[in-house]
């Protein structure tokens, strides 16, 4: 029974954690994004990569993320194959470094209106070039765009 | 009770040798009970449930694992699976496990856990009864396994398959993940359709080769007093009784005189109506030096070959053997077939093909007419073992040395998902002293040659017993031997 | 007169009623052994349980003539003569047991004992310990010559295979 008890209760535990214990790390309101870089395809994607889907899904590139103004936002940023790095050249912010395995995090806050382009700053493979998106964020006219 | 009825010992002796045919068992050096120096130990095993404490904790870091392996990271190095089972657990089970205590893997082994609990309905209670062959009652077909299939052939080529997708098994989460899942379930399987641990005995890849270099370990599971075992009317050890399971293994333990079969589950130690099984330490490398088939002949030459190509794929500087064999990434198909190929000829046709020279030669020198070649070469095969025991360590030991940190960040984020359980997750990898890696690999290789030399001259002893005659017949294996290890040194020091 | 006591003759029946019963016993066992792996090895070892069965009820009857009633006793012999065994610690893992070598098996086993008894017999001076140690070693050679013609029959039809 105990055994029965720990192999239904392993996976809850790591699905409470993923889905609401983390959530309880921040701030309440906090927008967090899971963004993850891909070096085969030059994608960031919002999809859950994991052993399972790695080698087979075609993930969705996350060109355009929305946010509202007054967001505070975190980036929780995953590589799963190569050394990447982020950078959002509008804020200043970065580049920070993504190892591959390893969660990296950025914060800003969405003060105003606007586009804010993200990017790889590190040349990860020939598909480098691909490794980007916006974030959009909404309320009145876009100041500036790239 | 007359003392007219009372048999002497060399009476005994010589009727219990005429009764029995017992197989070739060289003296032993020393043997060591260690169950009648520490009475607890053997209460321990005595327990029903010790088996189920030794197996679950494994069972439930399985099947961790496997959900990492599945919903975890693909990036390797921060994957559990990856780093405890390829890291870790490799080189604890070649270096220390084997070498000091023989099949005790098998013994926590979580992989046949389901088969068991499915054919026993029962995780630690015993179900006395009758169910073909045994004094137990089980569940399922006990249908037997094919007869031609009842050797270790099926081992050696899986072995050597997964050994060909290797660069693919020990690098990604997902094909570990699939591999073992795969291997739990199958043993559940095969334990509804056949008799005990068949799935065990014929088919895992990992007892392969734990068969084989069991036979060097410095324990054995052995009866204390073998005319205990020829005056047992119940032959519970292998049958079963009320207190124990019938041997999953289907061993004898009467006549059991060498490692390779024995999982170490110490149900006969519980079913013993004699308290007549212990546990016992011996030399190291030359104490089983017996082998019985062409299957285990091969599997010594498989292991080693492979210790061979591991080493040159994995450690070595060759970027294009990497690449060959990283067929999921670099794509190269011609490369890969290359590799499998070359692999494959090396272990199964071309240093076989080496050492059945080797086996000539020493014939043809030693004017060894009388010895039937295949005696010779399946006896003097032995020399393989230790080498290839020794071998693999060499070459899994700088692999902790080397990779070892990553066991620390790993453990406070198992599944790469960002945590940091005990403050270790950015623990940077750090490779220890890998200025040493030649001088901690050199003298385990010149280990392998020495043992594998005195298991030549001991086996030797037993066919030639004139002494010029048993040295020329040796001269060939062990420049052969010294051929290996040259090879070996040659890679690893340079 | 003998110069042993009765009870010596007395021992070495019930010593070899006891051996009879036991060895009934360890056939019985490796007859369930191989159960699934070849029922004709099965079924010869349950024919050689039931003439140790047999055996063991003739002596019975012959200490009961001489000696009164058989003591009951659960003491198991602590001879190993004519106690049959598997040959090879890995016969299940690899091969089973033809039923040639579980004739083998038989035929050593009551060879065994049949020269125990005779070199019993020739080595005591007492007559009616020598009858005694006599007659057991007819009994044994019986069973081998038994299991002998048997053994003799299969070879001549084709024998079985080893790994």
Sequence with gaps: MAVILVLLGLPLLLWYWRSDALVHRYPPGTKIINLTAIAHGGIWTREEIAGLNYWWKKPTRATEIPLNEGDHVVVRLHSVDVLHSFAIPLLHLGPVDVPAGHTVEVKFNADRPGVLTFLCWQVCSPDHPGLHGRFLVKGGEPEESW | MAPVVALRGEVMAKLTSQVTAPVEVPPQAWRFDVFARWPRLKRLVQMRSFQFLVIVPNLLLFYLFLIAGLFGTPVGNKNIIIVFVWILWWV???????????????????????????????????????????????????????????????????????????????????????????????????????RLRTFCNYVCPISGFLSLYSMTSAVELRSVDKEECLKCKSKACIRGSDKGWACPWNIYMGKLDRNNYCGLCFECVKSCPNDNISLFVRPFGTSDVVLRGYDEVWKACIMLVLALTYSVMLLGPWGRFKDWANISEAHDWSGFGLFATGQALLALVIFPGLYYLSIR????????????????????????????????????????????????????????????????????????????????????????LYFGLKGLHKVGCQLFPDAAQRHRSLVPPAVLLLGVTAVFLKLFVG | MSQYPIDARRAILFRAIQIEARNGGVYDSLAQLFQGYDDSVTALFCEMAAEERQHGAQLEQRYRERFGPVPSSNEEPKEVIEAPDLDDAEALVFDSMTIEQALETGVRTEEAAREFYRREASRTSDPELKTVYQELADFEETHVRLLSEKLLQRHGAGGGAAR
């Design chain 2, 361 to 448: 030669l020493a014939k043809w020198y030693a004017r060894a007419d009388a010895v039937p070649t295949k005696e010779l070469f399946l006896k003097y095969a032995y020399m393989l073992v230790p080498m290839g025991l020794l071998a693999w360590i060499a070459f899994s030991v700088p692999l902790l040395m080397v990779n070892g940190s990553y066991i620390i960040s790993v453990i406070s984020d198992p599944l790469g998902w960002g945590m940091d359980l005990f403050h270790t997750a950015d623990f940077p990898w750090k490779p220890l002293r890998p200025e040493w890696v030649p001088f901690v690999q050199a003298p385990i290789l010149l280990a392998g």
């Design chain 2, 92 to 194: 604890v089970l070649i270096a220390l496990m084997v070498p000091f205590g023989s099949r005790v893997w098998c013994t926590m082994c979580p992989l046949p856990f389901f088969g068991d609990w499915l054919q026993r309905r029962a995780v630690v209670k015993v179900r006395p009864g009758k169910s073909p062959g045994t004094a137990n009652t089980f569940f399922g077909l006990h249908k037997r396994w094919p007869k031609s299939l009842s050797n270790i052939w099926l081992q050696n080529f899986g072995f050597l398959l997964l050994a060909t997708f290797s660069a693919l098994l020990v690098t990604r989460p997902i094909v570990s993940a699939m591999v073992f899942g795969l291997l739990i379930l199958i043993a559940a399987i095969m334990a509804l359709v056949y």
